[in-house]
C-alpha cells in the first residue's frame, strides 16, 4: 500500500507536467495561457503536498493539508467535466478521489493510534 500512495503522488504530478507542455511555446502572453499554465502548477503543487504527506505520516498538518488540497482539487476536476468531457479530465478525478481517500484513511489512523 505504500508503494501505491508514492505512485499516485507521482502520477498527479506527472498529470500536471503534461498539463503544462501543452501551455507552451507561448506565442502570446494572454490570460488563458496564464490560467492554463496556473491550473498546471497547481497540479503539480497538490501532487507535492501528497508526497510530502507520505514521506511525513507523522505530521497532522502534512496530512490535513493533504485532505483539504485533495477535496479541492478533486471538486475542480468534477466541475471540470462541465466543461469538457475527455480522458484527462476522468484521470484527475479518479487520481484525486483515490488521494482524497487514502488521505482520509491516514487522519481516521493517526487519530486511532
Known amino acids: 500500500m505504500k508503494t501505491v500512495k508514492k505512485i499516485i503522488p507521482a502520477?498527479?504530478?506527472?498529470?500536471g507536467l503534461i498539463h503544462l507542455s501543452f501551455a507552451f511555446p507561448l506565442h502570446d502572453l494572454e490570460i488563458?495561457?496564464?490560467?492554463?499554465?496556473?491550473a498546471g502548477l497547481a497540479i503539480v503543487f497538490a501532487g507535492a503536498i501528497n508526497l510530502f504527506?507520505?514521506?511525513?505520516?507523522?505530521?497532522m498538518v502534512i496530512k490535513v493539508s493533504s485532505l483539504i488540497?485533495?477535496?479541492?482539487?478533486?471538486?475542480?476536476f468534477v466541475i471540470g467535466t462541465?466543461?469538457?468531457?475527455?480522458p484527462v479530465v476522468f484521470a484527475g478525478i479518479i487520481?484525486?478521489?483515490?488521494?482524497?481517500l487514502f488521505a482520509i484513511s491516514d487522519?481516521?489512523?493517526s487519530k486511532a493510534a
Do not use: E, H, K, R
Open 95 to 100: 487520481l484525486f478521489l483515490v488521494s482524497t
Open 32 to 38: 488563458d495561457s496564464l490560467l492554463f499554465i496556473g
Open 69 to 76: 488540497c485533495n477535496a479541492i482539487m478533486f471538486s475542480l
Open 11 to 15: 502520477l498527479i504530478m506527472l498529470l
Open 53 to 59: 504527506a507520505v514521506m511525513n505520516p507523522q505530521s
Open 82 to 86: 462541465s466543461i469538457l468531457i475527455v
Open 107 to 109: 487522519l481516521s489512523t
